[in-house]
């Protein structure tokens, strides 16, 4: 088998997709106008697509409240610090920068809606 999606349970579906379209540089591979405003949403590579959508048949996550290790959507930086500047200036909020042994710089952030952001700038890209 190979990876579809995974998918995110949030508060404001549509207005999640567009933020991530924007200023993630996503795009919608298919979209749903109508309850529960599903988008699925691929990287400029077109291989990794993630779900978004507003269901409240299920209790809606506190992501805001969980910790970034526990789940968190990594994205690769070029300059993680300057796509971290950007970022907040778009209503994303800082958590955690790291350092790795080998000079990789991961940068954690939060989503407008508290979803957890990593930024990775490796020394060795994936």
Known sequence: MKFEHFALNVPDARASAAWYVKHLGMSVAVSRPDAPYTSFLKDETG???FEVYTNTAAALPDHASA??????VAFAAADARA???RLEAAGATFFKEDILP???????LRDPWGVALQLCQRTKPF
Not at 67 to 72: A, E, G, R, T
């Open 83 to 85: 796509e971290q500047k």
């Open 47 to 49: 291989r990794v697509i």
């Open 67 to 72: 910790h970034p290790l526990s789940f968190h």
């Open 102 to 108: 080998d000079g990789t710089v991961l940068v954690m």
